[in-house]
Each structure stands twice: as C-alpha cells, then as structure tokens.
C-alpha cells in the first residue's frame, strides 16, 4: 500500500495507512510520520499569519476564509514535498531515541562505533529505556564470565567491574578499534605505556587537563580477546600500590570509583560520581537480574 507522506493534511485516511504499515517497515513509518507532522506545522505556520492580518476587508467572507484555507493546504503539502528540514531533523532525533544518561563518557572515551543490531523485537521506535536496558543485558550477558574471573584475581564485585566496562566502552559500543576497524577487545581504555609490549592502537580520546576537555591521540592497549583485556585489567589494579584504596573498598562502589580517581585511572574530574552513577544504574541492575 503506497500514499503519499504529505497527503495528510488533506486526507485523513493517510494515517491509518501509516498507522497499518508502520509494523511492517518501521523506519519507512517513521520518515513518513516526520513528513506528516512537518506539512501539519507549516499549514499551523500559514494559518497563525492569516490570523495575524486584518480581517476586516471588503473581500473578506466565509467563502474566501474557505478557499484561503484551502490553498494554505495545498502551499503546506507544496513547501513539505520540497523540504524545509523539519522532517529529517525529526527522523534523525527520533531514530535515536536521545542519549542515556549511563552511558555518560569517561576520560578514556574512544570515538563511537556503531552498536551491534538489536533483537528484531526492538526497533528504533522503542522507548530509549527499553533500548538501554536490552543493550545493558546483552552486554552482561557477553561480559559477565570474564567479570567473574577479574573479580576473584582482585576481590573487586563482578558488578563494580562490569560497571566500570560498561562506562568506558558505553556498553560495549564506543570499544576502541584499530586502524582495520577490527576491535581491540579494550573495554577499560587502558594506555599502552612504554612498559606494555603487546599490540597497541593510536586513537583519539578526550583528556582534562586542568580542568579543560581537549582532544588528543593517544595509544591504548590491543588484546586477542575480552578474556586477555579483563585478566589485564585485573593484573593493572592488583599489582599497582596506586589502586591500593580501590581494591579495599569492599562492596562500597563510591569508595571503588573515588579510590580509582585519587590513583589517576583517569583525568576526568568528575569520574568518580560518573562510575557511581553507571554501577547503580537500573540498567545494569537489570542486566544482572535478566
């Protein structure tokens, strides 16, 4: 069934057949909604500037008031079927769904990489929280394991790691990726110093210093798997005296994410509350009750 996305303003109809294909091809649904909505706006834009003029003329009257708001219509569909940029706006902002406040950027934040594609149930109409909690699951569900071994290497709760995972890769979909586009498996942005031998990726990430965001390149650690970069990341934090406070901080996440702080795992001045904020989060809760 195909119609006209412009038609509504003039055919009401228009949206029960958008209402009727709207299951079978979503995004389809979703330019046709903002195509609508944005001939509806300009017709309301013409209308408001019609009242807003004297009405008082000699050739003022009913019947020119009807035929006015007739070609009002007919302009609205005219200037909608060219564009004013409304409807892509709209598509755009709503295809996203807005951005979870869990998936906050840490200091280490690496560009973002497109997440992998969501169970055929969800699609980008969903609500965001539905889309961030389903995201949140399958993250767990993939990283658990490998949180369960760094959790006993280091004493640190499964839950505490996973969260610090999930801040610094943004649910597993801003992962650092290297110069093939493959991942790196890094989910904690941990650097490649010049103590680090293995493989290494130079990426661009946001740094603070004294105070001030700035945009740089550095290199940052490459693993073979998830397994390597959680047995690394368990080794970094045992064997480091800085993060000492950290992995004393028994099932206290506030005491974890400050003790992390104080020992410079980030420049980030507000990483702590962020890394609190993402343990607690229904989300990752969720994740983990699933």
Same mark, same amino acid.
Do not use: C
């Given at each position: 069934?195909?119609?006209?996305?412009?038609?509504?303003?003039?055919?009401?109809?228009? &949206?029960?057949?958008?209402?009727?294909?709207?299951?079978? %091809?979503?995004?389809?649904?979703? @330019?046709? /909604?903002?195509?609508?909505?944005?001939?509806?706006?300009?017709?309301? !834009? !013409?209308?408001?500037?019609?009242? *807003?003029?004297?009405?008082?003329? $000699?050739?003022?009257?009913?019947?020119? #008031?009807?035929?006015?708001?007739?070609?009002?219509?007919?302009?609205?569909?005219?200037?909608?079927?060219?564009?004013?940029?409304?409807?892509?706006?709209?598509?755009?902002?709503?295809?996203?769904? +807005?951005?979870?406040?869990?998936?906050?950027?840490?200091?280490? =934040?690496?560009?973002?990489?497109?997440?992998?594609?969501?169970?055929? *149930?969800?699609?980008?109409?969903?609500?965001?929280?539905? @889309?961030?909690?389903? #995201?949140?699951?399958?993250?767990?569900?993939?990283?658990? $394991?490998?949180?369960?071994?760094?959790?006993? /290497?280091?004493?640190?709760?499964?839950?505490?790691? !996973?969260?610090?995972?999930?801040?610094?890769?943004?649910?597993?979909?801003? =992962?650092?990726? +290297?110069?093939?586009?493959?991942?790196?498996?890094?989910?904690?942005?941990?650097?490649?110093?010049?103590?680090?031998?293995?493989? /290494?990726?130079?990426?661009?990430?946001?740094?603070?210093?004294? +105070?001030?965001?700035?945009?740089?390149?550095?290199?940052?650690?490459?693993?073979?798997?998830?397994?390597? /970069?959680?047995?690394?990341?368990?080794?970094?934090?045992?064997?480091?005296?800085?993060?000492?406070?950290?992995?004393? %901080?028994?099932?206290?996440?506030?005491?974890?994410?400050?003790? &992390?702080?104080?020992?410079?795992?980030?420049?980030?001045?507000?990483?702590?509350?962020?890394?609190?904020?993402?343990?607690?989060?229904?989300?990752? @809760?969720?994740?983990?009750?699933?």
């Amino acid at each position: 069934m195909t119609y006209n996305p412009a038609s509504l303003a003039l055919d009401p109809r228009s &949206l029960e057949r958008l209402r009727a294909d709207a299951g079978k %091809a979503p995004e389809k649904a979703l @330019r046709d /909604a903002s195509k609508q909505f944005e001939v509806l706006f300009v017709n309301m !834009l !013409l209308k408001s500037m019609r009242e *807003a003029a004297p009405q008082n003329g $000699p050739l003022d009257s009913d019947q020119t #008031r009807m035929y006015t708001s007739m070609l009002d219509q007919q302009l609205a569909q005219t200037m909608s079927a060219r564009g004013i940029g409304l409807a892509d706006v709209m598509a755009r902002q709503l295809s996203r769904g +807005g951005t979870p406040a869990v998936d906050a950027a840490a200091s280490s =934040e690496a560009p973002k990489q497109p997440s992998e594609a969501a169970p055929a *149930a969800e699609t980008d109409l969903s609500p965001p929280t539905v @889309r961030r909690n389903a #995201r949140a699951r399958r993250f767990v569900d993939k990283m658990w $394991p490998h949180a369960v071994e760094a959790s006993r /290497a280091t004493g640190i709760p499964a839950q505490f790691i !996973l969260g610090q995972a999930a801040l610094e890769s943004g649910w597993g979909t801003r =992962e650092i990726r +290297g110069v093939d586009g493959q991942p790196t498996h890094n989910l904690f942005g941990i650097k490649a110093g010049r103590s680090w031998k293995g493989n /290494a990726s130079n990426t661009a990430t946001t740094e603070f210093v004294q +105070g001030a965001k700035q945009r740089v390149v550095e290199k940052f650690r490459s693993y073979d798997s998830y397994a390597e /970069a959680f047995r690394d990341y368990a080794n970094m934090l045992k064997n480091n005296p800085r993060y000492a406070q950290a992995l004393e %901080a028994g099932n206290d996440a506030a005491a974890f994410a400050r003790g &992390l702080q104080q020992a410079g795992y980030a420049t980030d001045p507000a990483y702590a509350s962020k890394l609190t904020r993402v343990i607690m989060s229904s989300a990752l @809760r969720q994740g983990l009750s699933a």
